[in-house]
């Protein structure tokens, strides 16, 4: 969804579609960054990496209410190119 929208911001900007292109590219490739490396992060968490990590966040599980995960999804939205 992100980079929809990214992509229809520039090509209003430009009909050039390497330009458009590599504007982009400019504009997705810090933010793609970010949430590929706490993806890669959560998953060793999530897949049993280091054991105790993976208990620790099953047990959070169990505790949680869903309000952490509802404000870390909204936090995630406002920070990208839809906030």
């Given at each position: 969804?992100?980079?929809?929208?990214?992509?229809?911001?520039?090509?209003?900007?430009?009909r050039?579609?390497?330009?458009?292109?590599?504007?982009?590219?400019?504009?997705?490739?810090?933010?793609?960054?970010?949430?590929?490396?706490?993806?890669?992060?959560?998953?060793?968490?999530?897949?049993?990496?280091?054991?105790?990590?993976?208990?620790?966040?099953?047990?959070?599980?169990?505790e949680?209410?869903?309000?952490?995960?509802?404000?870390?999804?909204?936090?995630?939205?406002?920070?990208?190119?839809?906030?």
């Amino acid at each position: 969804m992100e980079d929809a929208v990214v992509l229809g911001a520039v090509f209003r900007q430009t009909r050039d579609i390497a330009a458009a292109l590599r504007e982009y590219e400019a504009q997705r490739c810090d933010r793609v960054r970010d949430l590929v490396l706490k993806a890669r992060k959560r998953c060793d968490i999530t897949h049993g990496k280091d054991m105790q990590l993976t208990e620790a966040w099953y047990q959070e599980l169990r505790e949680e209410t869903g309000e952490r995960i509802i404000n870390g999804m909204c936090d995630t939205i406002l920070s990208g190119p839809l906030g």
